[in-house]
C-alpha cells in the first residue's frame, strides 16, 4: 500500500499536510536548509515506494510538521485512502453492476425491502470509515516494513512465487473468511454483528459492503495478515485489493452464469442469504465442502425464465421463512407494501 500513499502524498496529501500542519520557521543560520520562504525543510529523504514508478516530490512534500514517515501522518493517511478509495471502488463497480448486470424484475420479489436500495448504500457508508479506522493500523504496519511485501519481481523468494502467491493468497484468505464467517453465524455474534448484511434477503449489488463494520473488518482481516506471513509482491497486492471488492459485488448481483462446482459464485452467494447457514466462502466451494455447509444451486437457478418466476419465489419463500424463523425468529424487516400485500394473499 506504500505505493498508494506515495501517489496520494505526491498528488493530494503533501499540499493539504502543508496547509494543515506547516512547517515551523526555520532557525537562523540554517539558511541552507531552507526554503526561500523561511520555512524549515524537513530532514525526510524522498526514497520511491516502488522502482517502477519514481514521482518527483514536490516543495510541498517539504513544507509541512508532519513528513511523509511520520507515523501519525501515515495513519491518517491510510484511513482517508481506505474510506474514500474504497468508497469510489464500492460506488463505481456497484453502479456498473446495477445498471448493466443486476436484473431490475427482482424489485418484484417479495422478499425485496422496502427502500432497499437506498438502504444498503446507507449501511455501506455508515459502516465503511469504521471498517478504514479499524484497518489502517495494520496497513501503517505494512508500509513501515513489518510485513513481507517486496518490489521487483526479482526479489522473489524464488522464481516461481512470483505466479503461485496469487491463488496462495486467494485459498489463504478464502480459508480464513470461511471460518470467520461461519464463526459470526453462532448465534451469540449473529445477531449483534452479522445479522444486518442478511437483512438482505435478495441483495443488490449495493448490498456488497453494507454490513456492520466490525462484521466487514473481521471478514478483511485474512487480507490483511497474508503480508505478515507470506512475501507478497506490492502492485499485486493493491490489484488483489481492487479484485476482491470487485468481486465481493459480483456475487451480489444476482446474475448466476454458470453451475460451477468450484468457484462460489453469485448463485451459491444467494444461497447463503436466502437459506442463511450455507455457503460460507468467498471464492471456492471447498471448505465449505469440507465443513459440510456447502449447498449446491439447484439447476433451475441459471434457467432465467424460471428463477425470476412467481412460482420460483413462492418455493423459494417458503424455504427460507422456515429457516429464517428457526435463525432469527420474528422477521423484523419492512417489505415492499405491494409485496405484503402479495404475501397475505
Not at 158 to 163: C, H, I, K, L
Not at 176 to 185: D, K, V
Not at 294 to 305: D, N, S, V
Amino acid at each position: 500500500m506504500d505505493v498508494v500513499l506515495e501517489v496520494c502524498d505526491t498528488f493530494l496529501f503533501d499540499y493539504m499536510y502543508q496547509w494543515v500542519l506547516p512547517a515551523r520557521p526555520a532557525p537562523s543560520g540554517l539558511t541552507s536548509q531552507t526554503f526561500a520562504n523561511g520555512t524549515s525543510m524537513s530532514t525526510w529523504q524522498y526514497k520511491p515506494a516502488t522502482e517502477y514508478l519514481y514521482l518527483t516530490p514536490s516543495q510541498a512534500a517539504y513544507g509541512s510538521l508532519w513528513a511523509r514517515d511520520n507515523i501519525w501522518r501515515q495513519g491518517v493517511s491510510l484511513f482517508l485512502i481506505l474510506w474514500i478509495f474504497g468508497f469510489l471502488v464500492y460506488f463505481v463497480f456497484a453502479s456498473l453492476s446495477y445498471l448493466f448486470v443486476f436484473d431490475k424484475k427482482t424489485f418484484e420479489h417479495p422478499k425485496f425491502l422496502k427502500n432497499q436500495i437506498w438502504l444498503e448504500i446507507k449501511q455501506a457508508n455508515e459502516a465503511m470509515p469504521i471498517m478504514a479506522l479499524c484497518t489502517a493500523p495494520l496497513l501503517v504496519a505494512e508500509v513501515r516494513g513489518y510485513g513481507f511485501l517486496y518490489d521487483t519481481l526479482d526479489e522473489a523468494p524464488w522464481p516461481w512465487w512470483n505466479w503461485f502467491q496469487i491463488p496462495l493468497f486467494l485459498f489463504f484468505t478464502d480459508f480464513g473468511i470461511y471460518w470467520i464467517h461461519r464463526g459470526l453465524h453462532h448465534p451469540w455474534v449473529y445477531k449483534h454483528l452479522h445479522k444486518p448484511h442478511h437483512k438482505w434477503i435478495m441483495p443488490t449489488p449495493f448490498a456488497s459492503h453494507a454490513f456492520h463494520p466490525l462484521d466487514g473488518y473481521a471478514q478483511s482481516l485474512p487480507y490483511h495478515i497474508f503480508p505478515f506471513i507470506f512475501p507478497l509482491q506490492k502492485v499485486a497486492y493493491v490489484a488483489l485489493f481492487v479484485f476482491i471488492n470487485f468481486w465481493t459485488i459480483m456475487i451480489h448481483d444476482g446474475e448466476y452464469i454458470a453451475n460451477n462446482p468450484i468457484i462460489n459464485g453469485a448463485a451459491c452467494h444467494s444461497i447463503h442469504h436466502l437459506a442463511f447457514n450455507y455457503n460460507y466462502g468467498q471464492y471456492f466451494t471447498l471448505w465449505d465442502r469440507i465443513g459440510g455447509s456447502y449447498r449446491a444451486p439447484e439447476q433451475e437457478m441459471f434457467q432465467k425464465e424460471v428463477k425470476m418466476s412467481e412460482e420460483h419465489w413462492k418455493k423459494e419463500v417458503e424455504v427460507m421463512e422456515q429457516i429464517q424463523l428457526e435463525v432469527e425468529g420474528e422477521d423484523d424487516r419492512e417489505y415492499e407494501p405491494e409485496m405484503e400485500t402479495k404475501k397475505r394473499q
